[in-house]
């Protein structure tokens, strides 16, 4: 057999499996109960209003445009629907601002593509989400400690980064139930990443798949709506927001989209005809139509349910695990984050939490740049009944205390 390595790519060896997408298999053994996705519950996605956009499509005249090529932008009352959106939390834009992607982790692909020169450095949170470091990793950035609540200056990061022989580049931020440690930026730390990225002169990267899903607590203004007040209009900001459709409407029609200023979203036009031309025409048809629909009912349909099943999962951990296991407490979102005693890695106890537990989660150490944070893990309510949610939590609980008996 040829052997492959010595013609790929240096970027190449940046490339690694995602340990999440490798855990999701372990849903089709059906005595797991896996906290390990952080996936949406297919039981509540809105299927009948799916299937009747579907059927009116296609017998309607339009559904001959459904089949064929469209704009790289996007469908333009997609893109209208997205615009009324975004002005409701804040963010004036015209749709000459937003471009659709092939979900938001394209977004972030393709945001690494467009900003990141080899050695350059990223601000990112310490964890942060792992589907971004596996986005950007192929274009051979550095990562520096996105600290907000610190007194850094913007010096340091600057030197840090030439020192290291690059710049910084972006600071990438998910300020609403962050993936993985569900937590929430306050006002203040979203105004201080402003301040930082403003004297650094670079963008800011928001993540905000999960802004829909806030539970309890007041909503925050995202960053690129403070941006706007700021600077006076969305072609003065220098945020570039990343939204999903992802964990309200449907991961599997896979559309998002971006919103920035308009030379940027110029650029990203031109990386999306370079690859794979436009998003799907018609899933981004179809997707309006249920938009437009039943969105707002779907978003309230699934709050309700998945506030339960947090609200389960955080009485269980009060219950079940032992002393010295600490966790977040978020107002929103999929995720609960778990810090356990030093010295317990949190991907040895998956495996015998495996195999002697039939219980699923997603070892912490991945979400960090720097392969740190091997006592932490991350723990899914989205897809677990409040049952499954007390009997899982307890077989871990009964597991993290024998790990911490003396040997």
Request: a negative charge; charged letters at 20%.
């Amino acid at each position: 057999m040829l052997d492959w390595s010595h013609i790929y790519a240096s970027r190449s060896s940046r490339m690694g499996a995602s340990e999440i997408r490798e855990l999701l298999k372990l849903l089709d053994q059906p005595d797991m109960i896996s906290f390990a996705g952080g996936i949406p519950d297919p039981a509540l996605f809105p299927t009948d209003v799916f299937e009747k956009a579907y059927r009116e499509l296609f017998t309607s005249p339009a559904g001959h445009a459904a089949l064929q090529y469209s704009v790289s932008e996007g469908y333009a009352p997609l893109r209208e629907w997205i615009a009324g959106q975004m002005a409701e939390i804040g963010i004036t834009c015209g749709i000459e601002n937003i471009m659709i992607t092939s979900g938001s982790q394209q977004a972030l692909d393709y945001l690494g593509k467009l900003f990141i020169s080899p050695g350059d450095t990223i601000l990112a949170g310490w964890p942060t989400y792992l589907g971004a470091l596996q986005a950007y990793n192929a274009y051979e950035p550095l990562y520096d400690r996105l600290e907000p609540y610190s007194n850094r200056s913007a010096s340091d990061y600057r030197d840090a980064a030439k020192a290291n022989g690059g710049a910084v580049k972006f600071a990438y931020a998910l300020p609403d139930f962050a993936n993985p440690t569900g937590e929430t930026m306050d006002r203040t730390a979203r105004e201080r990443v402003l301040d930082l990225a403003g004297e650094l002169d670079v963008a800011v990267i928001e993540d905000a798949a999960y802004q829909s899903l806030r539970y309890d607590g007041e909503a925050i203004p995202p960053i690129l709506a403070l941006d706007i007040e700021r600077s006076g209009g969305i072609e003065q900001s220098r945020t570039i927001y990343c939204g999903s459709f992802s964990k309200t409407l449907s991961p599997g029609l896979r559309l998002g989209w971006v919103v920035a200023a308009s030379p940027v979203i110029s650029r990203l036009v031109l990386i999306k005809q370079a690859s794979d031309l436009n998003s799907s025409t018609v899933n981004q048809m179809i997707m309006n139509s249920v938009a437009r629909s039943a969105f707002a009912d779907q978003v309230a349909k699934i709050k309700t349910a998945y506030q339960a099943r947090r609200d389960a999962m955080l009485a269980s951990l009060e219950k079940h695990m032992p002393a010295g296991v600490t966790w977040s407490r978020p107002e929103g979102g999929m995720f609960i984050w778990l810090r356990l005693p030093e010295g317990l890695d949190g991907g040895a106890l998956l495996k015998r939490a495996v195999a002697e537990e039939k219980v699923a989660f997603v070892p912490g150490k991945a979400f960090f740049a720097d392969g740190s944070g091997a006592n932490t893990l991350r723990l899914s309510f989205s897809c677990s009944s409040p049952e499954k949610i007390e009997t899982g939590i307890s077989r871990l609980g009964k597991l993290f205390a024998s790990a911490l008996q003396p040997a």
